[in-house]
């Protein structure tokens, strides 16, 4: 904006120089656009800008269009004011339990106090930076692997609240913190995957053990009622002997005390030769012709 008022002005009067006896004109309207141009500044809608007369705070102008005294008036720094993401990370930090790791995290700050930021600070993107990777460094040191990777939440939140205690006095708030990944070495991941493995057979022996005790306990417990009732005895054999018959092809060794308990030789016998094997009952080869 500023060149094409400078530009426009310098024309005018270059124009009108022409045109004149003399150049005078055409200097001052040049020397007149010099200082519109340099007066003239304009902040984006996310910018604030801080103004300095004779080198001493003055007020901050912005967003759009304002006027500065020129040779008077500087402007240094033009401040963001959106929310910025910056990614940090700490590179072999030891954990409270010695275990090297590597962590990399995502800051989301903002300016609320543009004078702040500009005046009580050299570098206010570089000073964020810088306090939020030693506050990541210090929270490392004092939590267990296990707690960092399981409870990473808690770790964001705790991250927040140290980082916004630093940056408050220079005008930044920080609005969340969040862990993106633990890189741990090698050899150890290998040794946590076999302990995972271990830990989940024995979950899982346990309830298989679980099952045998419910199931010999449900035995128990169908012992006792058989015990003192024979004919539920005598026909759950029955249905046990009929389930297996039901199988094409199924051999069934059934002794000889149950067979007569239950009169079932005959039916057994006929079974068998339905299927064309009498010798699947008698166990015995068929006697050849002499």
Same mark, same amino acid.
């Not at 800008?49 to 001493?56: D, G, I, N, T």
């Not at 102008?61 to 020129?70: D, K, M, R, S």
């Not at 590179?91 to 543009?114: C, H, I, R, S, Y």
């Not at 296990?146 to 920080?174: C, N």
């Given at each position: 904006?500023?060149?094409?008022?400078?530009?426009l002005?310098?024309?005018?009067?270059?124009?009108?120089?022409?045109?004149a006896?003399s150049p005078? !004109?055409?200097?001052?309207?040049?020397?007149?656009a010099l200082?519109?141009?340099?007066?003239v500044?304009?902040?984006?809608?996310?910018e604030k800008?801080l103004?300095?007369?004779?080198? *001493?705070?003055h007020r901050?102008?912005?967003?759009?269009?304002?006027?500065?005294?020129?040779?008077?008036?500087?402007? !240094?720094?033009?401040v963001?004011?959106?929310?910025?993401?910056s !990614?940090?990370?700490a590179?072999?930090t030891?954990?409270k339990?010695?275990?090297? /790791?590597?962590v990399d995290? /995502?800051?989301?700050?903002?300016?609320?106090d543009?004078q702040k %930021?500009a005046?009580?600070?050299?570098?206010?993107?570089?000073?964020?930076?810088?306090?939020?990777?030693? %506050?990541l460094r210090?929270?490392?040191?004092k939590?267990?692997l296990?707690?960092?990777?399981?409870?990473r939440?808690?770790?964001?939140?705790e991250l927040? *609240?140290?980082?916004?205690?630093r940056t408050?006095?220079?005008?930044?708030?920080?609005?969340?913190?969040e862990?993106?990944?633990?890189i741990?070495?090698?050899?150890?991941?290998?040794?946590?995957?076999?302990?995972?493995?271990?830990?989940?057979?024995? *979950?899982a022996r346990i309830i298989?053990?679980?099952?045998?005790t419910?199931?010999a306990?449900?035995?128990?417990e169908?012992?006792q009622?058989?015990?003192d009732n !024979?004919v539920a005895?005598?026909?759950r054999?029955?249905?046990m002997?009929?389930?297996?018959?039901k199988? *094409?092809?199924?051999l069934?060794?059934v002794?000889?005390?149950?067979?007569?308990?239950?009169?079932l030789?005959t039916?057994?016998?006929l079974?068998?030769?339905?299927?064309g094997?009498?010798e699947?009952?008698?166990?015995?080869?068929p006697?050849g012709?002499d």
């Amino acid at each position: 904006m500023s060149v094409v008022i400078f530009l426009l002005l310098a024309g005018l009067g270059i124009w009108w120089g022409i045109g004149a006896e003399s150049p005078a !004109p055409a200097i001052i309207l040049i020397i007149i656009a010099l200082f519109v141009a340099s007066a003239v500044k304009i902040a984006r809608q996310w910018e604030k800008a801080l103004v300095l007369r004779l080198e *001493k705070f003055h007020r901050l102008a912005g967003p759009g269009f304002f006027l500065i005294v020129p040779v008077i008036d500087t402007v !240094p720094t033009w401040v963001d004011q959106r929310v910025i993401a910056s !990614p940090f990370n700490a590179e072999q930090t030891l954990t409270k339990d010695t275990v090297p /790791v590597d962590v990399d995290a /995502v800051l989301f700050w903002v300016v609320w106090d543009a004078q702040k %930021a500009a005046l009580e600070v050299e570098n206010y993107r570089e000073a964020v930076a810088w306090a939020a990777q030693t %506050a990541l460094r210090d929270i490392i040191g004092k939590t267990l692997l296990s707690e960092m990777l399981a409870g990473r939440d808690r770790i964001d939140e705790e991250l927040r *609240k140290v980082i916004d205690q630093r940056t408050e006095p220079w005008g930044v708030a920080v609005q969340s913190v969040e862990i993106r990944d633990v890189i741990i070495p090698d050899n150890l991941q290998d040794a946590m995957s076999r302990e995972a493995q271990a830990e989940r057979e024995r *979950k899982a022996r346990i309830i298989l053990g679980t099952a045998e005790t419910e199931i010999a306990q449900k035995f128990a417990e169908a012992a006792q009622a058989y015990q003192d009732n !024979p004919v539920a005895m005598h026909l759950r054999a029955m249905n046990m002997l009929y389930e297996g018959l039901k199988e *094409k092809g199924a051999l069934i060794v059934v002794p000889s005390t149950a067979v007569e308990t239950m009169g079932l030789g005959t039916i057994t016998g006929l079974a068998s030769i339905s299927q064309g094997s009498p010798e699947k009952v008698t166990g015995k080869e068929p006697a050849g012709e002499d």
